[in-house]
């Protein structure tokens, strides 16, 4: 098993994105996942996400009574609470303790202390071992030496990952070019498109494609 734990790229992208997460983002992303009127562009991410979401937790079984789910990159919130709500023993984890704390507060009170949630690196070893693991736009950032190394190493300690990728679409190209033309202090964290073909990863196949408006995402997952 291949370690990411202290590769200078991994660190640098992982402290970028925690600090735009903990940052100016942290009211962006509390009302794009909650029901607060927001703009038709936000408005189409709101709604890809939520199809991505629900796509993903079609991969993992109704009911996880006596399985141990990771939620790697918990965001808010939204899937820890539903696989929960499946009876999953689920460990939610995000590099941005404001986002931890936002999900600490909606979880409906029914589900309180069924979810583990912590502020930290989800592909720390220290986490353990798991029946499944989900990373919900999580792994987006990474370029594919790393990518490839997370997911080996999450793959070694787990049944099955699923797990999302920016394809490399035209728009998203675009994107991702344009986006390189604005002051660094400007940028947001950059995601990284990539053609999962191409990618060297055991086990992996393809579940499918969300595009909805400015969110275009690609389902993935790695079976051990």
């Known amino acids: 098993m291949r370690d990411i734990s202290h590769t200078s790229s991994y660190d640098t992208t992982r402290t970028r994105v925690a600090d735009y997460f903990d940052g100016t983002a942290t009211r962006v992303w509390e009302r794009l996942t909650s029901d607060a009127p927001v703009s038709r562009i936000r408005q189409t991410v709101r709604e890809g996400r939520d199809r991505m979401r629900a796509m993903m937790l079609a991969e993992l079984p109704a009911d996880l009574r006596s399985a141990r789910v990771l939620d790697a990159g918990c965001g808010t919130g939204a899937a820890s609470a539903e696989l929960a709500?499946?009876?999953?023993?689920?460990?939610?984890?995000?590099?941005?303790?404001?986002?931890?704390?936002?999900a600490q507060t909606r979880l409906p009170q029914d589900l309180q202390g069924r979810i583990d949630f912590r502020a930290g690196d989800m592909l720390s070893a220290d986490l353990g071992?798991?029946?499944?693991?989900?990373?919900?736009d999580s792994l987006i950032y990474y370029a594919r030496p790393d990518l490839e190394v997370a997911l080996d190493g999450l793959r070694a300690r787990t049944g099955q990952i699923v797990f999302t990728l920016a394809p490399r679409?035209?728009?998203l190209m675009a994107m991702w070019h344009a986006g390189r033309i604005f002051p660094r202090a400007d940028r947001s964290p950059t995601m990284i498109p990539h053609d999962h073909r191409n990618l060297n990863v055991t086990g992996l196949s393809h579940v499918g494609r969300v595009s909805r408006g400015f969110y275009i995402s690609e389902c993935l997952k790695v079976r051990s």
Not at 85 to 102: F, N, Q, Y
Not at 129 to 136: E, G, H, L, S
């Open 169 to 171: 679409t035209p728009l």
């Open 129 to 136: 071992r798991f029946d499944y693991v989900i990373a919900m």
């Open 85 to 102: 709500g499946r009876g999953a023993d689920v460990l939610a984890i995000d590099i941005s303790p404001k986002l931890i704390e936002i």
